[in-house]
């Protein structure tokens, strides 16, 4: 892969080539968001003004090998998945050290986190947990996919879970995924989000367990939990004391939390692997009978049945509006 990086002296503009094809961005700009392992730009392809997603590599990390090889394999890996976003290529000043940047599409719309916030606090209590519940199971089937294909995220939390304009949940960031192999070992450095972070991620935890898909469905489990709650349930004052807590705290029950979906977040975020859900489709099938029993019990309407209200409401106040005009 042909890359270049472009740099003029005296614009805030940094150019950046990915084979034949070129994008820039302005490093003056708000970012649009920041992962554990790079800061993220609204950048533009230079031909087709077309926006995309740029993610510049933190400097203290481009001169780890592990986090090279990651954000290679990101940039090489495609993905035909409907809530996974595309990633285009990946830009290196040069081959050993300096500056990475991963080119993706970007996204026209806001963080799944935000979208709650602004759009479903307005919602009775159970409507607005089975509207969450169900719309994060996209992420799980995501997660499926990824797994299937032998592929772990490893940095699963509500900012890299974003909603576009038509109410598509995608999964963003997968700058730390990796391929595994079932097999037993230990990891040397933590690389991750330590809030989302499984026991078995952490390096003085002195696990010997697999990383592999149980350790995604973890911080799936946890991403859960802060999204109905507003609460991560293992952050501390430090990273630190947050990864102590993830190794020695066990999940705490919430008035926000029904029951039943509480005891389904408890074994996601088991300590123990072995004690997880062991597939992305068994924690979803656990979901799907929330969603279930939870809609049975206090009657929530499906979300067509108020999309068929508000379009036959404005069917009649334009019938009534055509009356009043003749």
């Known amino acids: ?31 649009l968001g920041q992962g554990a392992l790079g800061i993220v730009y609204l950048g533009f392809d230079c031909n087709s003004h077309q926006r995309v997603a740029i ?10 090998r592990y986090v090279r090889q990651s954000a290679r394999a990101e940039a090489s890996k495609i993905f035909y998945h409907p809530n996974i976003v ?12 300096g500056a990475m940047y991963i080119i993706s599409e ?32 996209q992420i799980l089937d995501a ?14 939390k509500p900012s890299n879970i974003m909603i576009d304009s038509v109410l598509r949940v995608k999964l963003t960031d997968l ?20 809030q ?14 697999p990383i592999d898909a149980r350790t995604d469905l973890y911080a799936f489990g946890v991403t859960l939990y802060e999204l109905i709650t507003g609460f991560n349930p293992f952050a501390g004052a430090t990273n630190d004391e947050t990864l102590h807590n993830q190794l020695c705290r066990v999940l705490p029950e919430n008035s ?17 692997p072995d004690k997880r859900y062991q597939t992305a489709t068994e924690f979803d099938n656990a979901l799907v009978e929330f969603l279930i029993y939870a809609q049975s019990k206090n009657k929530v309407r499906p979300i067509w049945v108020y999309i068929t209200v508000i379009i036959f409401g404005i069917i009649g106040a334009i019938l009534l509006l055509q009356g009043a005009l003749l």
Not at 177 to 185: D, V
Not at 256 to 272: D, V
């Open 175 to 194: 700058g730390i995924s990796e391929a595994y192999h079932k097999q037993i070992r230990t990891i040397k450095e933590f690389i991750g989000t330590p």
């Open 256 to 272: 926000e939390l029904p029951r039943k979906l509480f005891k389904i977040l408890e074994k996601a975020t088991a300590k123990e």
């Open 1 to 31: 892969m042909q890359t270049a990086v472009i740099k003029n002296p005296g614009s805030s503009l940094i150019y950046l080539r990915v084979n034949e094809e070129w994008f820039c961005y302005d490093y003056k700009l708000q970012p």
């Open 196 to 209: 989302y972070a499984a026991p078995e991620m952490i390096p003085e935890s002195g696990i010997s367990s």
């Open 86 to 97: 595309h990633t285009i290529g990946l830009c290196e000043e040069n081959q050993y050290n």
């Open 106 to 137: 970007y996204i026209p719309g806001v963080t799944f986190e935000s979208f709650v916030r602004t759009r479903l606090n307005n919602l009775s209590k159970t409507e607005r947990i089975v509207r969450i519940v169900s719309e994060m199971r």
């Open 143 to 156: 997660l499926k996919y990824l797994h299937n294909l032998g592929i772990l995220h490893k940095d699963i």
């Open 55 to 64: 993610k510049k590599i933190r400097d203290e990390y481009t001169n780890n």
